[in-house]
């Protein structure tokens, strides 16, 4: 990997869980960790078992959503309508 900032053991965890994820790019993870796809592949295969980084790299290989320039997807910030509001800093409770 390039010379990236040092990552902790939960910095890490949540780039493999961004990297899992179908509709968070590769863009998102430079932005937030400053590490590029292939810093994000290497990551992977580094902390994955083979056989989970083989299915992985399958999946995203050419998968647009991924990608933000490829992505028919405007706002990549996808918000479930089901997620709660969060107002003032705080999560919103549901009612009693």
Do not use: C, Y
Not at 56 to 69: D, E, I, L, N, P
């Amino acid at each position: 990997m390039m010379s990236a900032p040092e990552l902790t053991d939960q910095d890490t965890d949540r780039i493999i869980e961004m990297a899992w994820e179908d509709r968070t790019p590769f863009e998102a993870i430079f932005m937030q960790f400053g590490l590029t796809e292939k810093d994000v592949i290497e990551l992977m295969r580094r902390e994955m078992k083979a056989s989970s980084w083989r299915m992985w790299r399958a999946r995203v290989q050419g998968r647009a959503t991924k990608h933000q320039a490829k992505s028919a997807v405007d706002d990549a910030r996808f918000k479930s309508k089901a997620q709660k509001n969060i107002t003032f800093n705080k999560i919103s409770k549901r009612g009693s």
